[in-house]
């Protein structure tokens, strides 16, 4: 069964520090694909990244970072130098392409982020 | 400016008293989806539809109805509110050409069903 676990419930940092968000997740499809969401205060939902299974390069966008390793099914989300505004919740997820493939998203429970001034 | 655009915002009804949540995106995007997102539940997929012929039910699709009349539109309608569809729902829209593109989300409905 598929299921996207972040572990963190909510990590409270200091402006300025590096914080690194978990995301582990489990498919049996050699297809899918995976996603990190930003929820700001505000509420809405702001896509980040999408990777999927094939392309296991990690990627760099400006202070975020993602390090997706299939030997331990995990897609790490970095932010270096933390600021303020970087507090939210973020939310993982998966999607899977196989027979089932409906386009779902399936999240993870999120995790919490407080950057401190 | 592309976007997801969900309307109302805001909605306090009553038990029994049908609604619709509409939800519009002007991206011409095939895929389009309703979630609703709930305290230790998470976000869970309610409906979804691939294109304006396909259309079906996600994991928690009891007490809701959608439909896919033209590509923009995708509707929830809700025909006999109960206190447990209080929630946050979002619509979500992507290209979905065949592979897997992210989704785009609306700015959410907060839904109190009372």
């Known amino acids: 069964a598929q299921k996207v676990t972040q572990a963190q419930t909510e990590i409270s940092v200091v402006e300025k520090e590096d914080v690194t968000l978990d995301c582990v997740y489990e498919t049996r499809d050699t297809t899918y694909y995976l996603f990190w969401y930003k929820q700001p205060p505000s509420g809405e939902l702001v896509f980040l990244i999408r990777?999927?299974?094939?392309?296991?390069q990690n990627e760099i966008s400006g202070r975020y970072s993602w390090n997706f390793q299939k030997s331990t099914s995990s897609f790490n989300f970095t932010i270096t130098a933390s600021q303020v505004v970087d507090s939210a919740v973020y939310f993982c997820a998966l999607s899977e392409y196989g027979s089932s493939n409906t386009g779902k998203l399936i999240f993870g429970q999120g995790t919490t982020l407080q950057v401190k001034p | 400016e592309a976007q997801v655009t969900q309307n109302p915002r805001y909605l306090i009804t009553v038990t029994g008293k049908k609604l619709t949540v509409t939800c519009s995106q002007n991206?011409?995007?095939?895929?389009m989806s309703w979630y609703r997102q709930d305290p230790g539940l998470g976000l869970r997929q309610i409906y979804y539809?691939?294109?304006?012929?396909?259309?079906d039910k996600g994991d928690v699709p009891e007490g809701y109805k959608v439909s896919r009349k033209e590509k923009r539109n995708f509707p929830l309608i809700l025909e006999s509110p109960s206190p447990n569809q209080t929630s946050l729902y979002f619509c979500?829209?992507?290209?979905?050409?065949?592979?897997?593109?992210?989704?785009?989300f609306g700015p959410g409905t907060r839904l109190t069903v009372t």
């Open positions: 990777r999927n299974s094939f392309d296991e």
């Open positions: 991206m011409n995007h095939e895929y």
């Open positions: 979500a829209s992507s290209p979905y050409t065949g592979t897997t593109y992210e989704q785009y």
């Open positions: 539809s691939m294109n304006v012929e396909v259309t």
